[in-house]
């Protein structure tokens, strides 16, 4: 029976994989016989400069032939060097840096490509399992088994060739540690099922998967109980990794501009918390739990009649400040377009503030201007008690369960939804939202720019 059979296309059954994974029960023996097998796997590792090393200490190779090997090996080191600067380049900018809006197309790109590695389509997927310890015992010593292994075999090797000097005993160890690269990696991998209608690769996949393998991984996956990178090392090589080779592929896809900052493994990171989330509903909902709680229920009714108050203050002030232009203050009449916020267990610090994915940053800046002006226009006596209500915390972005659970207003002007956001929308969604293309007469920044002059330019409580 063909055991390639049942397996993704693009995928291999490796049968020198070696032994189970979890475990080494591989012996040294069974190395040897591997390598003197001369079983050959093409592998990424490889090193050319190797290659030059070689011919430089072997005596039997004619001058006339190594100069062009090696003329012909400094071409192709060149390129490789060029292109390594690049990505590596790319990945500086991966690993650091400003984390984008998870709606941005960089974090959505991200996102596609780890659950493509993974074998998730884009929805109703099933996320992997998680490591079992036994999994992350064995990877977490697996380098230095590997190690040993080599370091036994060559020995045993060296041995039995019996070099003549240290220049041909050189030769052999550069050259066997050359074959060694190019065999099968003795650890188990599952590699994930390839997704369809995806625009990365079976190629690509191929090469994360290799990368995998050769860091000792019997598959891809998270640790989904610990989110936070800093606290798993299996988690934060495996985002490292992802991230690595997302910052390898996407040039080869899309123009990124020459400014673009992205924190790739930060963009992982903030997934892996919002998956931590849903895998904990489905547990719930599997194990048949009630997850429309009562009291989250009348919570979640609570802050959207306290929303609705903030919206109606809102609209007095903006009616009041911009008699002349509906178009102002039209925008202040649909209690989604209040954001949402997030409560603080200590009842003396305000609510945390809730970005909207779908809110441009200009009209986010007049909501919260419109803030100041409603404290300032209050009377005596409710300043403190309208304060209180409109006091928020220091803003976060909105997850992505969060994002898509928003109810986006419409019928609003194009300047008041993000970017981002109109980018996703296809004419005749735009069409159907009523969203105003017409660029408006009285802007929402001529708007902001003069209702600062009227205003004092800070407010603790509000900011």
């Known amino acids: 029976m063909d055991p390639n059979a049942n397996w993704p296309e693009g995928m291999y ?4 994989a070696g032994a189970p994974s979890g475990s080494y029960e591989q ?64 990945l ?21 490509f780890v659950k493509f590695m993974m074998g ?4 109703n997927f099933e996320l992997p399992p998680a490591p079992t310890p036994q999994e992350v015992e064995t990877w ?30 050189k030769f052999l160890v550069t050259q066997e540690l ?84 992205i924190n790739v493994t930060g963009v992982i990171g903030r997934w892996l918390v919002t998956m931590k989330k849903e895998t904990k509903r489905k ?8 997850i429309t709680d009562p009291s989250v229920e009348q919570m979640n009714a609570k802050r959207k009649q306290s929303r609705k108050k903030v919206g109606e203050l809102r609209f007095k002030t903006a009616s009041t400040l911009f008699p002349d232009h509906p178009e102002i203050w039209a925008c202040f009449t649909d209690v989604n377009g209040v954001s949402d916020y997030e409560c603080d267990e200590d009842i003396r610090i305000p609510p945390r503030r809730i970005n909207p994915a779908w809110r441009s940053a200009v009209f986010a800046e007049l909501t919260h201007e419109i803030d100041v002006a409603t404290i300032q226009l209050a009377p005596q006596r409710s300043k403190t008690s309208i304060a209180g209500r409109l006091a928020r915390r220091g ?37 159907q939202m009523g969203i105003q293309d017409d660029e408006l007469a009285y802007s929402f920044t001529t708007a902001l720019t003069d209702l600062r002059k009227k205003t004092r330019s800070s407010n603790s409580m509000i900011e």
């Not at 005596?59 to 490789?80: D, G, S, T, W, Y």
């Open 140 to 169: 977490t010593h697996w380098a230095d088994n590997r190690q040993e292994q080599i370091t036994n075999h060559l020995d045993r090797y060296i041995e039995r060739k019996n070099p003549k000097n240290a220049t041909e005993r």
């Open 120 to 123: 998730c389509p884009s929805r």
């Open 13 to 16: 059954y490796d049968e020198n």
């Open 395 to 431: 803003p976060r972005e909105a997850t992505n369960e969060e994002a898509e659970a928003e109810v986006v207003p419409m019928n609003y002007p194009v300047d008041a939804y993000a970017a981002e956001f109109l980018g996703q929308l296809s004419l005749l969604q735009r069409q």
């Open 283 to 290: 547990a719930l909902r599997k194990n048949g739990a009630n």
């Open 178 to 261: 050359q074959r060694i690269k190019q065999m099968a990696l003795p650890t188990k991998y599952s590699p994930a099922r390839t997704v369809r209608n995806s625009n990365i690769s079976v190629t690509v996949k191929n090469t994360c998967d290799h990368e995998f393998k050769s860091n000792g991984f019997p598959r891809i996956t998270f640790d989904w109980s610990d989110p936070d990178l800093e606290n798993s090392d299996w988690n934060s090589a495996t985002a490292s990794i992802l991230a690595s080779n997302w910052a390898k592929w996407t040039p080869k896809t899309r123009a990124l501009p020459k400014d673009s900052n």
């Open 27 to 90: 012996t040294e023996q069974s190395f040897d016989d591997q390598v003197d097998g001369e079983t050959e796997l093409f592998s990424p590792l490889s090193d050319e400069s190797d290659e030059s090393d070689n011919e430089e200490d072997n005596p039997h190779i004619e001058p006339q032939l190594h100069a062009q090997k090696k003329k012909r090996n400094q071409k192709k080191n060149e390129k490789n060097r060029i292109v390594k600067q690049q990505t590596k380049k790319v």
């Open 92 to 112: 500086e900018v991966a690993t650091t840096s400003q984390l984008p809006s998870h709606t941005s197309t960089e974090s959505r790109s991200i996102v596609e």
